[in-house]
């Protein structure tokens, strides 16, 4: 089977991903934050043509603002519109992807 080509939500959701401080991304209260693409969907990155919405879940302990920032300054360079990032849970900081948490 052929991997998937990666899309603009997927480099959006890999540099979110990789800020510290990020432990996961968030499809919403409701499931509705997202980018719906052939077979598939990724969670917590919505892009439109007015703007890009990030939904994280932070790490206990982080500063909700620097994170945020810190998100904001990942994704400037991957899209055109503004960015607003909203901040669904706060987890341990060892919880990983999957949701399981670590020793």
């Known amino acids: 089977m052929t991997a998937p080509a990666e899309s603009a939500a997927d480099r959006v959701a890999a540099a979110v991903l990789a800020v510290p401080g990020v432990t996961g991304l968030h499809a919403g209260s409701w499931g509705e934050v997202g980018t719906y693409l052939p077979g598939r969907r990724v ?4 892009l439109r043509d007015v ?53």
């Open 51 to 103: 703007s890009t919405d990030v939904h994280i879940t932070v790490a206990m302990g982080s500063v909700v603002a620097d994170v945020a920032r810190a998100v904001r300054a990942a994704v400037a360079d991957l899209v055109t519109t503004p960015i607003a990032v909203v901040v669904e849970d706060v987890t341990s900081p060892t919880r990983d992807p999957g949701g399981s948490i670590g020793p």
């Open 43 to 46: 969670d917590g990155v919505r």
